[in-house]
């Protein structure tokens, strides 16, 4: 293996069980040796498990593995590190996948990585790319400020941090104004904000529980920390954007937001120590536990991630009592079990986009079962890094990446920070030359719908045209006439309207996106390109 051998360290108190399904609080294993966090088992979980926890952190200082065999096969191991992205300093050979552990080793290996990403020959550049790719999608003065950006930003091992400090002032900007004023003073923003209940319209406007909650995520991570009354008035918009979702979830069944935003909600709040009602938190238990995260275009890993870490926060928090606690533990269990179940031969938990989700899970909760899934996960990341074009996808890809939760903010410190990375603009694409056609169907299956073919055309666009840009040739090659509209959010151009048919939040409708035969895409329409004579559905659906 090529580490160093430690001086034996105190007699390891026999495991009293596998592997406790999360920690207690947070150790800070990353800054202490895994032999001084010994702690009783009731404490922090067995000590094997303390190590694990390191192995899930490739930014972190240490990977430590205690012998002998016993250990190691009683933590899951079997002789199998599952993990990449461990630096060693002690060995002139890079770390790889699937390294082979002694199963004789002596009592303690010790694989030293200097603090910061430092990680696998490749993964290192990898990361630092995509971080400065971020920092000059950031430096953008066009995009809105995106709360997922800055908590990328700083939940990054490489910082800028003047540029940083002007995202920070930008995002203030958009949100402090918003909810300076108190919410008595606000009157019911719910019904105050977008009309009604009962709007017909797309009305995203109301749609604050994730933004805020992101917001407020962001906040906890700067150094210094914000003044303690602004945050006050946030902290109380939060609870009642979470109340008012949870209110929606009683009378129709789910969130007015989603469940994702409800997961962030009160996860937000829990970074902050703030405590949410058990209802509350009840309530979306129970989502989790009857599977009432999916939606018919994507499956339901990101939402499950969210709510599993709004979970393990509570629990390592101490924000609920104890019988709550252990439900909550089981939860989570239970969504770890389900995820490596799930993962995909590509590595993939659901999607490339949810898999960073996932991994924040193991991260967050020191998952001894899941490292090899976690290794395979981050490999299959890195092997298509490249997914990750637009800012809101890389933001939530970099945390994970970096090997980081939105869980770590709760134990931030300012402290030295590496003000090392500089923004890199990506290349623009190439132009292709010439030509594509693109058959482009409607379809209303609903039973408000007028008819259930709207449109089916073949469109002639640029051979290197986006779905958006096929929308656009669309409108002007008619007849017929064809329309659409779209809304700026921070993962881009979404498609709200087509032919004079709008999404509607309200009644959860929204304008699927899939190439025929009926593959839903998993991208938005401004970063999909479609092929030359590929049949393009927009399908409006529930969700
Ligand atoms: C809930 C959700 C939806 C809901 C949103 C409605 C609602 N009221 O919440 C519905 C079901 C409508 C939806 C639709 C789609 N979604 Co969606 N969605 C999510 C999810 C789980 C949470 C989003 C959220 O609430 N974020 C929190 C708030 C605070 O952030 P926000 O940016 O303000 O959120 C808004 C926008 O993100 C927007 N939105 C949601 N999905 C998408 C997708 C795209 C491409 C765009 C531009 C906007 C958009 O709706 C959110 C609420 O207003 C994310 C998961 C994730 N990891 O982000 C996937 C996610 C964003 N969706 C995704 C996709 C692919 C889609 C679709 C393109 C699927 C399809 N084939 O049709 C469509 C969008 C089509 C269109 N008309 O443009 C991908 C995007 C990947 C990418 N490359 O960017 C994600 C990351 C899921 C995944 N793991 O693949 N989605």
Known sequence: LGSSVRKQPPVTPPCPRPCPSSPRRAVPCPAVPCHDTHRPAAACGCSWCCCRLRSCLPGSARLELWGPEEGLQRAGVHGRVGVLGVHRHHSPAPPVLGAAVPRRSPALLTLHSPPGPVEAPGQAAVLRALSSRLLALAADPEREPDPSVYLALRLAGEHDLRREQQYLARLQDAFQHRYSRSLQAAGDPWHDAAGTEHSTSTDVEWLETGRLALYLLGLRATCPPPEHKPLRSLVTWLKYYLEEDWAGSRRHGHPITSYYQYGLGVLALCVHRKRVREEVIRRLLAAEQHAKF????????????????????LEQERLVGSTLAAELRAAVHGVRKR?????????????????????????????????????????????????????????????????????????????????????????????????????????CPLPSCPQRWLYDHAVLAPASATLLDVLRAATEQGPPDFTFDTQDTPQGPYLSGVLGLEAQQQKRKYWQLLTAPSTSLQMGIADYRPCDGETLILRLSQW
């Open 294 to 313: 999916g939606y018919s275009a994507g499956s339901a890993i990101d939402t499950e991630a969210v709510a599993a870490m709004a979970f393990t926060c």
């Open 339 to 443: 995820m490596v179940e799930a993962q995909g031969e590509d590595g993939f938990f659901g999607n490339v986009y949810s898999t960073p989700w996932a991994m924040q899970v193991f991260i967050a909760t020191n998952s001894c079962e899941a490292q090899a899934p976690y290794g395979r996960a981050m490999a299959a990341l890195l092997r298509h890094a490249g997914a990750f074009s637009t800012a809101a996808t890389l933001a939530q890809a970099l945390p994970a990446l970096h090997g980081r939760s939105y869980l770590h903010i709760a134990s931030m410190r300012c402290e030295e920070e590496l003000d090392t990375l500089t923004p890199i603009s990506p290349e623009p694409l190439s132009e292709l030359p010439g030509n594509k056609t693109v058959r482009l169907v409607v379809e």
